[in-house]
């Protein structure tokens, strides 16, 4: 797993979608994901997301935040995803 995100999101609108996000993705909530490349990924919410802050080298800062995704049924290993990847949350139910 990456610590530090693919790409940081600054500005008002950016971090009003990311919030959003955040609001959409309930601890335990059954999802449906679509990221920004078309794949589908289904899972459980482990943990509501946290906005986060970084700072790269240059000095320049946005905002991300990760998610834990745990898998609907079996022993596969859990999804970690940067937020800024989801396009859309389709909630399927409660665990």
């Keep these: 797993m990456n610590e ?3 790409r940081l999101l600054a500005g008002d609108e950016a971090v ?3 919030n959003a996000l955040i609001v959409a993705l309930d601890d335990e909530e059954q999802v449906r994901l679509t990221l920004d490349d078309g ?3 289904e ?3 482990a943990a509501r ?3 986060q802050v970084f700072r790269e080298g240059d000095g320049n800062q946005g905002c991300n935040a990760l998610l ?3 898998p609907l049924t079996g022993d596969a290993p859990p999804h970690y995803l940067w937020l800024d990847r989801i396009r859309e949350v389709f909630r399927l139910g409660s665990a």
């Design 68 to 70: 834990r995704l745990e």
């Design 16 to 18: 009003a979608r990311l």
């Design 43 to 45: 899972g459980v919410v």
């Design 4 to 6: 530090h995100p693919e």
């Design 49 to 51: 997301p946290s906005l």
């Design 39 to 41: 794949q589908l990924v």
